[in-house]
């Protein structure tokens, strides 16, 4: 690789943290005009880099050199590298709801004469960006009013509008259904195109190996190669996985002999509508069974109501104007509640941790038993003693890496989040468990623990429920999947005639069009 | 001794602000020239101060919630009313009084939590109405004063307890046992904890800082005692005080309620997915508020030894900057009684030293002003540089 050829090197990179090597010597270079995938684990150290790149982390507080199109930087500010054209987009995405996709577009750059803003050149400059990207929307459009897919590409729109010569995506698929990831990778090719250079950063292999020219593999702070995606040798997911986990996995899912007993859960004709927009059906005459010791999937894409069918079951935490009948045990119950629905042995635990889940500012003994406080309690008095017993006995069963059940749950990666979560709802002793995204943001390794916990409840007879938006993943521990489309169940596989390419056939079915 | 300081490090939240207690009370002994720490003043320092105290323990919980309670001024001036003329008008006997004046007070409660827990409106703008009603409706009960209360009313915030027990050596031998129980009943409670965490092989806190703490603690308890028993003996409102303390602390630490309410203020979502019934939770907040300003009411007009209209003016916010100072988190789910107890104590000292010099009262609003925002500081730049990263 010839030096004009490279429009980033970052050298010797260094950053410790009080007590952690973040980064330790990591290389990266950047050649112009690729895409140059990302991959490692939780808490390997890929967002530490990009926020070294990015000026989060000021220079002088990391040791090594950054050349940016061959010229040392040293950045002090997010605003230092985006004056030289570097733009990072988080996963969490920074747009403001109430505001016009215009506006957020040009925030903090404002289209302005003498401090007064132009909203003529604001407006056109803004829809000729947005055609740039591929969004069909008026740039008065409010950000709240565009789903996550489309506000992506309102930021890479942001991005561009900056004169962005390399462009930094953080997990850019990870919210998007398969449809968005698409167009939004279809986007990164045609600005690459353009002459802009990208690095992705990204859980999903398959997605990062099919786009990228060249991927460099970080794993405990240390760069450990970069692979070249375009030369004669053909890289896999299954070599990029091992150099990511440092090891083989010889299989991605534990093994299972399933025991399927009687019916346990059944849900008949379930609509529940929009909570604002109430004549809109979310989820529509949907029916589905689960049976003791049966693990059974949900897939769907995004909008398919999956997490909406789960959650107004689950005590009616979502939806309004529900209809539809649920049978326990052969049993007609009613869910109108959170507690009613756990007192019918019924626990969901949800796709987003941080925001349902979990209490980050608490410990983890107390977000352990804060579902089934009254297990503990005599007349309302909570047993401490008991309560750091049961916490302990999941620290060790579920294998939460802590220095003590005292630690703050904030404090833990996202795999060891994910395990306070199930344990919270183990120990609520359900016999029907939906577990929602139950993998999502968390690394491989702790992957394969979790799967190994979803067998270990199925083998003690419990009925779970998986909701994914990875269809190996259903396909390699369900025993049966359903596929939602448009909030009606558009059919069912079991685990030995199910395939991707079958699933996504029945994800994709569109509801016929009735007069309206 | 690295395990010491480490810890120290960790926890320095909590000893910080005992020791700006203790920096505050020194700095106030020596520019008062001793006289701040002469008995009559530390009986006075907690009967002018009861109040504080009482209404902080309600504000923790309705702060740790995610609450604020702006209106709990007005209702003691409210219920103080109504006590008032219990006693004056309908010449019920005083005790009957105080039932009456907890009975409002909870019937408050009821109220001001019927709109925010079931109907939904935000505490602060029901409690903003509440503020501007409680204290409309004092003033068309109350008139300005009512005066000549019965003397065993008047005996709850200016009395003391009989010396039962007699002397020794001069000193009021029941105010010295309550003080041996309380701080025996401190040690013997901190080493159990401590045991049942040893048999579990859990963590335990270094041995030098629990004792040090211990110490510390039974030196100020020893300290109030030896004072009290030298002079006056126990105040009665100091009994009220201490019994609630630990009442709460019990509630708010051991109970599924007071998990509930911290559950709460740390995500709310969170809590709603865990099955916490958040509805009745925050009503019962907010009745236990009403009941404890029905609390504060009787101990204010029992002081005042009258219903006075404008009484309780601005209590609100001294007892939300007592829960602040005391550690309490601004956004919920944070918060202690013991802290509040320590932050209502800084708020007291603060009041009682600046007007034994003399200091005037504008001035004095503005140094208590500066503290409650040196505090808050101190917390915010405390966990920035214990979040680290």
């Given at each position: 690789?010839?030096?004009?050829?490279?429009?980033?090197?970052?050298?010797?990179?260094?950053?410790?943290?009080?007590?952690?090597?973040?980064?330790?010597?990591?290389?990266?270079?950047?050649?112009?005009?690729?895409?140059?995938?990302?991959?490692?684990?939780?808490?390997?150290?890929?967002?530490?880099?990009?926020?070294?790149?990015?000026?989060?982390?000021?220079?002088?507080?990391?040791?090594?050199?950054?050349?940016?199109?061959?010229?040392?930087?040293?950045?002090?500010?997010?605003?230092?590298?985006?004056?030289?054209?570097?733009?990072?987009?988080?996963?969490e995405?920074?747009l403001s709801p109430y505001l016009?996709?215009?506006?957020?577009?040009?925030?903090?750059?404002?289209?302005?004469?003498?401090?007064?803003?132009?909203?003529?050149?604001?407006?056109?400059?803004?829809?000729?960006?947005?055609?740039?990207?591929?969004?069909?929307?008026?740039?008065?459009?409010k950000i709240m009013d565009?789903?996550?897919?489309?506000?992506?590409?309102?930021?890479?729109?942001?991005?561009?509008?900056?004169?962005?010569?390399?462009?930094?995506?953080?997990?850019?698929?990870?919210?998007?259904?398969?449809?968005?990831?698409?167009?939004?990778?279809?986007?990164?090719?045609?600005?690459?195109?353009?002459?802009?250079?990208?690095?992705?950063?990204?859980?999903?292999?398959?997605?990062?190996?099919?786009?990228?020219?060249?991927?460099?593999?970080?794993?405990?702070?240390?760069?450990?190669?970069?692979?070249?995606?375009?030369?004669?040798?053909?890289?896999?997911?299954?070599?990029?996985?091992?150099?990511?986990?440092?090891?083989?996995?010889?299989?991605?899912?534990?093994?299972?002999?399933?025991?399927?007993?009687?019916?346990?859960?059944?849900?008949?004709?379930?609509?529940?509508?929009h909570p604002i927009d109430q004549?809109?059906?979310?989820?529509?005459?949907?029916?589905?069974?689960?049976?003791?010791?049966?693990?059974?999937?949900?897939?769907?894409?995004?909008?398919?109501?999956?997490?909406?069918?789960?959650m107004?079951?689950f005590g009616r935490t979502y939806g309004t104007n529900?209809?539809?009948?649920?049978?326990?045990?052969?049993?007609?119950?009613?869910?109108h509640s959170v507690h009613?629905?756990?007192?019918?042995?019924?626990?969901?635990?949800t796709?987003d941790?941080k925001k349902y889940g979990l209490n980050l500012i608490d410990?983890?003994?107390r977000n352990?038993?804060s579902?089934?406080?009254?297990?503990?309690?005599?007349?309302?008095?909570?047993?401490?003693?008991?309560?750091?017993?049961?916490?302990?006995?999941?620290?060790?069963?579920?294998?939460?890496?802590?220095?003590?059940?005292?630690?703050?749950?904030g404090?833990?990666?996202?795999?060891?989040?994910?395990?306070?979560?199930?344990?919270?709802?183990?120990?609520?002793?359900?016999?029907?468990?939906?577990?929602?995204?139950?993998?999502?943001?968390?690394?491989?390794?702790?992957?394969?623990?979790?799967?190994?916990?979803?067998?270990?409840?199925?083998?003690?007879?419990?009925?779970?429920?998986?909701?994914?938006?990875?269809?190996?993943?259903?396909?390699?521990?369900?025993?049966?999947?359903?596929?939602?489309?448009?909030?009606?169940?558009?059919?069912?596989?079991?685990?030995?005639?199910?395939?991707?390419?079958?699933?996504?056939?029945?994800?994709?079915?569109?509801?016929?069009?009735?007069?309206? | 001794?690295?395990?010491?300081?480490?810890?120290?490090?960790?926890?320095?939240?909590?000893?910080?602000?005992?020791?700006?207690?203790?920096?505050?009370?020194?700095?106030?002994?020596?520019?008062?020239?001793?006289?701040?720490?002469?008995?009559?003043?530390?009986?006075?320092?907690?009967?002018?101060?009861?109040y504080v105290m009482i209404l902080a323990i309600g504000m923790v919980m309705v702060i740790v919630a995610g609450h604020i309670d702006l209106s709990v001024g007005s209702v003691v001036a409210f219920v103080?009313?109504?006590?008032?003329?219990?006693?004056?008008?309908?010449?019920?006997?005083?005790?009957?009084?105080?039932?009456?004046?907890?009975?409002v007070g909870a019937l408050v409660g009821v109220w001001q939590g019927y709109w925010v827990a079931f109907v939904g409106i935000p505490a602060f703008i029901v409690t903003l109405a509440g503020m501007l009603i409680f204290r409309g409706l004092a003033i068309?009960?109350?008139?300005?004063?009512?005066?000549?209360?019965?003397?065993?009313?008047?005996?709850?915030?200016?009395?003391?307890?009989?010396?039962?027990?007699?002397?020794?050596?001069?000193?009021?031998?029941?105010?010295?046992?309550?003080?041996?129980?309380?701080?025996?009943?401190?040690?013997?409670?901190?080493?159990?904890?401590?045991?049942?965490?040893?048999?579990?092989?859990?963590?335990?806190?270094?041995?030098?800082?629990?004792?040090?703490?211990?110490?510390?603690?039974?030196?100020?308890?020893?300290?109030?005692?030896?004072?009290?028993?030298?002079?006056?003996?126990?105040?009665?409102?100091?009994?009220?005080?201490?019994?609630?303390?630990?009442?709460y602390?019990?509630v708010l630490?051991?109970t599924v309620f007071g998990r509930h309410i911290y559950a709460m203020g740390g995500n709310l979502n969170a809590a709603i997915m865990s099955g916490v019934n958040t509805r009745r939770v925050n009503f019962g907040i907010f009745v236990n508020m009403g009941v404890l300003a029905g609390v504060a009411a009787?101990?204010?007009?029992?002081?005042?030894?009258?219903?006075?209209?404008?009484a309780g003016d601005g209590f609100e916010l001294d007892a939300i900057a007592a829960a602040f100072i005391g550690g309490t988190a601004v956004t919920g789910g944070v918060g202690k009684v013991?802290g509040a107890?320590?932050g209502a104590?800084?708020m007291?000292?603060?009041?009682?030293?600046?007007?034994?010099?003399?200091?005037?009262?504008?001035?004095?609003?503005?140094?208590k002003g500066?503290?409650l925002l040196?505090a808050v500081a101190?917390d915010l730049?405390?966990k920035?540089?214990?979040?680290?990263?």
């Amino acid at each position: 690789m010839s030096t004009d050829n490279v429009i980033l090197e970052m050298r010797g990179i260094s950053k410790t943290f009080p007590g952690v090597k973040a980064l330790q010597d990591v290389t990266l270079t950047v050649a112009r005009g690729e895409v140059h995938g990302i991959c490692g684990e939780n808490g390997a150290g890929k967002s530490t880099l990009m926020k070294v790149l990015s000026g989060l982390h000021p220079h002088g507080t990391y040791e090594g050199d950054i050349l940016f199109e061959a010229e040392p930087c040293e950045f002090k500010t997010i605003r230092d590298s985006e004056h030289r054209g570097i733009v990072i987009i988080h996963q969490e995405l920074a747009l403001s709801p109430y505001l016009s996709i215009a506006e957020n577009i040009f925030l903090g750059n404002e289209q302005a004469t003498r401090g007064v803003i132009d909203w003529t050149k604001t407006n056109a400059e803004a829809a000729k960006l947005l055609a740039r990207v591929g969004l069909a929307e008026r740039p008065d459009t409010k950000i709240m009013d565009i789903g996550v897919g489309k506000q992506q590409l309102v930021e890479i729109a942001k991005a561009l509008s900056k004169r962005v010569k390399l462009l930094i995506l953080d997990e850019p698929t990870a919210a998007l259904n398969d449809e968005d990831s698409a167009h939004l990778l279809d986007l990164v090719r045609s600005l690459k195109e353009q002459g802009v250079t990208s690095i992705i950063i990204s859980h999903k292999i398959n997605e990062i190996a099919a786009i990228s020219d060249a991927i460099t593999v970080i794993r405990d702070g240390k760069t450990i190669e970069t692979l070249d995606m375009r030369g004669s040798e053909k890289i896999t997911e299954e070599r990029i996985i091992r150099r990511m986990v440092g090891r083989a996995l010889d299989s991605r899912f534990p093994e299972r002999e399933s025991h399927i007993g009687a019916e346990v859960l059944r849900i008949e004709d379930w609509t529940v509508h929009h909570p604002i927009d109430q004549s809109r059906k979310v989820v529509d005459g949907a029916s589905l069974t689960v049976s003791k010791g049966e693990v059974i999937g949900l897939a769907g894409l995004m909008g398919a109501g999956r997490t909406e069918l789960a959650m107004s079951i689950f005590g009616r935490t979502y939806g309004t104007n529900i209809s539809g009948r649920i049978f326990k045990d052969g049993q007609e119950i009613q869910t109108h509640s959170v507690h009613e629905a756990i007192m019918h042995g019924i626990a969901y635990a949800t796709e987003d941790r941080k925001k349902y889940g979990l209490n980050l500012i608490d410990d983890i003994k107390r977000n352990i038993t804060s579902s089934s406080l009254g297990k503990l309690a005599r007349f309302g008095v909570v047993d401490q003693e008991e309560e750091v017993l049961v916490a302990e006995r999941y620290r060790r069963d579920m294998n939460i890496k802590t220095p003590s059940v005292d630690a703050l749950v904030g404090k833990l990666s996202g795999g060891n989040q994910q395990k306070v979560v199930l344990s919270k709802w183990i120990y609520a002793d359900p016999d029907v468990l939906i577990l929602d995204e139950p993998t999502r943001g968390i690394d491989v390794g702790a992957k394969y623990e979790i799967y190994t916990i979803i067998n270990a409840l199925a083998d003690a007879g419990k009925a779970v429920v998986v909701i994914s938006s990875e269809l190996p993943e259903l396909l390699g521990i369900c025993d049966r999947i359903y596929a939602l489309s448009q909030g009606r169940v558009t059919g069912q596989l079991p685990r030995a005639e199910a395939t991707q390419e079958s699933l996504m056939h029945l994800m994709t079915q569109e509801k016929e069009v009735t007069s309206r | 001794m690295t395990a010491i300081r480490e810890y120290l490090g960790r926890n320095v939240r909590q000893y910080g602000i005992i020791g700006a207690l203790i920096v505050i009370v020194l700095l106030f002994q020596v520019l008062t020239n001793g006289r701040l720490l002469m008995p009559d003043n530390v009986a006075s320092l907690v009967q002018q101060n009861a109040y504080v105290m009482i209404l902080a323990i309600g504000m923790v919980m309705v702060i740790v919630a995610g609450h604020i309670d702006l209106s709990v001024g007005s209702v003691v001036a409210f219920v103080g009313g109504i006590v008032a003329i219990a006693m004056d008008k309908w010449n019920l006997p005083w005790l009957l009084a105080v039932l009456i004046g907890l009975v409002v007070g909870a019937l408050v409660g009821v109220w001001q939590g019927y709109w925010v827990a079931f109907v939904g409106i935000p505490a602060f703008i029901v409690t903003l109405a509440g503020m501007l009603i409680f204290r409309g409706l004092a003033i068309v009960l109350v008139g300005t004063t009512i005066a000549g209360l019965p003397p065993g009313f008047n005996a709850i915030s200016n009395g003391y307890l009989g010396n039962f027990l007699g002397y020794v050596a001069n000193r009021d031998m029941l105010t010295l046992t309550i003080g041996a129980l309380a701080i025996g009943g401190l040690v013997l409670t901190q080493f159990r904890a401590r045991a049942t965490l040893r048999k579990n092989d859990l963590e335990v806190e270094p041995m030098a800082a629990m004792v040090g703490k211990l110490v510390l603690f039974a030196l100020l308890l020893g300290f109030l005692t030896w004072v009290l028993s030298g002079s006056t003996g126990m105040p009665i409102v100091l009994v009220i005080v201490g019994v609630l303390i630990l009442a709460y602390t019990f509630v708010l630490g051991r109970t599924v309620f007071g998990r509930h309410i911290y559950a709460m203020g740390g995500n709310l979502n969170a809590a709603i997915m865990s099955g916490v019934n958040t509805r009745r939770v925050n009503f019962g907040i907010f009745v236990n508020m009403g009941v404890l300003a029905g609390v504060a009411a009787i101990v204010t007009t029992s002081r005042a030894g009258a219903g006075v209209a404008a009484a309780g003016d601005g209590f609100e916010l001294d007892a939300i900057a007592a829960a602040f100072i005391g550690g309490t988190a601004v956004t919920g789910g944070v918060g202690k009684v013991s802290g509040a107890m320590i932050g209502a104590l800084i708020m007291g000292v603060l009041n009682m030293g600046l007007s034994i010099m003399n200091v005037d009262p504008s001035w004095q609003k503005a140094i208590k002003g500066l503290v409650l925002l040196a505090a808050v500081a101190f917390d915010l730049v405390n966990k920035r540089r214990a979040g680290g990263r």
